[in-house]
């Protein structure tokens, strides 16, 4: 069936700008936020290095600190926080209203009555529509989801949002990219999350060294039958100062990644085509950090990416979830 193209404003699948539109009556965009937290790949609890992609800001490098120069979360350094995050956004011409988005390493990897403390001043600013929190399955304990069904009830006209960093569904992917949790914790987790009604963004990586086109569409056809709400189709970057950068610095072809965008676009047209259509698709390009940024070099102009996207899909005439069945 061809999609109702008015509900997603014109584009051959469903955004998080269209969905925002429909929802919110407005476009949100994300103030980026660091929680002062860090993550069990890091702190020596499963590993010191981090994911083999991971930068130094813990995949948040354009997020701000919310803790003040002692190390301390106070209103004032949250808003203080939260103020730039506002103002590095002022030249896209926002809305009034704004997602509160813990990006940088894992933001429920902390004490609870720490993570009370940090959601409520997220959830009490006037222009926060909702908070989308970035973590990791292993890192949300039952204690957490408590906490997060416990905000919900106090604040019902906000949103809560998690975004889980899948990457893929394969194993031996996961084992060389040290994701360090198995995908049976990402089920069980996801499960938990739907019964308390959490609406649930999984972060997905295409280009994962040895992964084929086929490898990272069965990733897509597994989520398609998972209860989730949105997806992050993201590029791979191959980011200075990572294990993976450095296996580039040795051998270009073994970091993976796409070398053209030519490739990554037809990598990403096939995903689209098999995504369940009411997913809403969050992110289809990144925003890497031009100074750590090592490959691919085409990846930085994002506007061409998705326009050729747009037009490919177009002249196609193909859309979101034109091959998925049920
Ligand atoms: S789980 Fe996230 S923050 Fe932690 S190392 Fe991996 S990508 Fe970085």
Request: contains cysteine.
């Amino acid at each position: 069936m061809n999609p109702d193209f008015t509900d997603w404003y014109g584009k051959p699948y469903y955004s998080l700008n269209a969905y925002c539109r429909n929802t919110f009556g407005q476009k949100l965009y994300k103030a980026s936020l660091n929680a002062g937290l860090s993550c069990p790949n890091r702190d020596g609890t499963l590993g010191r290095r981090g994911c083999i992609f991971c930068s130094a800001g813990g995949s948040g490098d354009f997020a701000y600190s919310v803790l003040d120069e002692a190390g301390k979360l106070s209103p004032d350094s949250f808003e203080t926080a939260y103020r730039k995050s506002l103002s590095a956004l002022s030249f896209k011409g926002t809305g009034q209203m704004f997602i509160v988005y813990f990006q940088a390493y894992t933001n429920t990897y902390g004490p609870v009555s720490y993570l009370d403390t940090l959601f409520r001043l997220a959830l009490s600013q006037p222009s926060a529509a909702g908070i989308s929190i970035a973590t990791r399955p292993d890192a949300l304990p039952e204690p957490v989801v408590e906490l997060l069904i416990r905000l919900k009830k106090e604040y019902p006209s906000k949103f809560i949002w998690i975004e889980l960093g899948l990457q893929t569904i394969h194993e031996s992917s996961a084992d060389f990219i040290r994701r360090g949790y198995p995908l049976s914790c990402f089920e069980e987790r996801v499960k938990r999350l739907s019964q308390a009604d959490i609406p649930v963004i999984v972060h997905v990586i295409l280009g994962l060294p040895g992964e084929s086109r086929e490898d990272m569409l069965a990733t897509v056809r597994y989520l398609n039958r998972q209860p989730i709400q949105g997806i992050k189709l993201q590029l791979l970057y191959i980011l200075k100062g990572t294990d993976l950068g450095r296996l580039w610095e040795r051998d270009p072809a073994a970091a993976g990644s796409f070398s053209t965008m030519e490739s990554y676009l037809d990598t990403v047209i096939a995903s689209l085509e098999l995504l369940r259509p009411d997913l809403v698709v969050h992110r289809l390009t990144g925003d890497a950090p031009r100074s750590l940024l090592l490959a691919p070099s085409w990846s930085t102009d994002k506007k061409r990416v998705l326009n050729t996207l747009h037009r490919q899909m177009a002249e196609k005439q193909t859309w979101q979830g034109m091959l998925y069945h049920g």
